[in-house]
């Protein structure tokens, strides 16, 4: 069975940095491209970048380029997601998702990992 | 950046009755096109992807079809458990965006 297991919540100040996990199992970890989605409080989906694990190729929309950092430890199966200094936008639930490269799509989604920055 | 407009924003149905999703990307997708469901609390789930292909477990009531710019996802018969958020989802050379949702809730 594939699973995406999320670190827990986290509750951060502004100018903090912070790292969140994505541990992938039941399927080849370095098969699969996995990625990272946004969730604003009662808003829509937004897609941040995939990396595919196996030569850590490393895709970002463009919203999120410079504003976060994906990568991954296939040694481990984990994926991360992380921030060199978080800012009170940044609060949201943050998808783990694995990436079907074939018709495109999120076949797998994390139980999600709710940052919270507040001073 | 290719966006994606979903319509209506909120879609009122009765039990029973056919509920239709539509969604629109600025420039051709082809068929890389996917719906998703999302319950309050839950992580989405996938229902379709390939414009028209039902994923894994999805339910044979949840139909999607459409090609280039103009997407449909249909629920034939709306049973209890399927009043939620539906989202659509496109890719395009290494980009991918969703729209904005619609909300499918009990009329």
């Known amino acids: 069975e594939v699973q995406l297991v999320q670190s827990g919540a986290e509750v951060k100040k502004p100018g903090e940095s912070l790292k969140i996990s994505c541990k992938g199992s039941?399927?080849?970890?370095?098969?699969?491209?996995i990625g990272w989605v946004r969730q604003m409080p009662g808003k829509g989906l937004e897609w941040m970048g995939i990396?595919?694990?196996?030569?850590?190729?490393?895709r970002y929309s463009p919203s999120f380029q410079g504003q976060v950092t994906i990568s991954a430890d296939k040694s481990i199966s984990t994926a991360y997601l992380q921030w060199s200094s978080l800012k009170a936008s940044d609060t949201a639930m943050y998808y783990c998702?694995?990436?079907?490269?074939?018709?495109?799509?999120?076949?797998?989604w994390g139980q999600g990992t709710l940052v919270t920055v507040s001073s | 950046e290719i966006v994606m407009t979903q319509s209506p924003a909120t879609l009122s149905v009765s039990p029973g009755e056919r509920a239709t999703l539509s969604c629109r990307a600025s420039?051709?997708?082809?068929?890389?096109l996917a719906w998703y469901q999302q319950k309050p609390g839950q992580a989405p789930r996938l229902l379709i992807y390939?414009?028209?292909t039902r994923a894994t477990g999805i339910p044979a009531r949840f139909s999607g079809s459409g090609s280039g710019t103009e997407f449909t996802l249909t629920i034939s018969s709306l049973q209890s458990e399927d009043f939620a958020v539906y989202y659509c989802?496109?890719?395009?050379?290494?980009?991918?965006?969703f729209g904005g949702g619609t909300k499918v809730e009990i009329k």
């Open positions: 420039q051709s997708v082809s068929s890389n």
């Open positions: 039941g399927y080849s970890f370095t098969s699969y491209w």
């Open positions: 390939g414009a028209s």
């Open positions: 989802q496109q890719y395009n050379n290494w980009l991918l965006t």
């Open positions: 998702v694995r990436f079907y490269s074939g018709p495109h799509y999120f076949d797998y």
């Open positions: 990396i595919y694990p196996g030569d850590s190729d490393t």
